[in-house]
């Protein structure tokens, strides 16, 4: 050992002791990061199952409006239909003429041409 030995071992201990105080603060650091970054994930997850929520109630809400609309269409032309056939057997003889000449028309327009 040289006259240099207790300096150099005192060096190293400090060497050593710096490197486990770098790692401590390396750990403590790295442990505050995974926790910002769980919460973070915690929040994006809140926030997409938030936002899935709303889009099953509006994906609902549309779904039940298409269907009363459905059912007011199909009531209308239920409607339609009955008043039209009401109207036919109310005045039979006037449609009856109106299909006569309709069809008349139309087979003298389809024997000229050919």
């Known amino acids: 050992m040289g006259i240099f030995s207790s300096s150099e071992s005192r060096t190293r201990r400090r060497i050593k002791d710096y490197e486990k105080e770098l790692n401590k603060r390396g750990a403590r650091a790295l442990a505050r990061y995974e926790d910002e970054l769980d919460s973070a994930g915690d929040k ?6 938030g936002a899935g929520d709303q ?45 006569a000449a309709i069809g008349v028309v139309a087979g003298l327009l389809l024997g000229r041409r050919f």
Do not use: C, F, P
């Not at 994006?44 to 199952?49: C, P, Q, S, T």
């Not at 298409?66 to 036919?88: K, N, Y």
């Open 44 to 49: 994006v997850r809140n926030r997409l199952k």
């Open 55 to 99: 889009l099953g109630q509006r994906w609902h809400q549309a779904r039940d409006r298409v269907e009363d609309e459905g059912h007011r269409a199909w009531e209308l032309t239920e409607e339609g239909a009955r008043d039209l056939d009401r109207h036919v057997h109310e005045n039979a003889w006037s449609y009856i003429g109106a299909g």
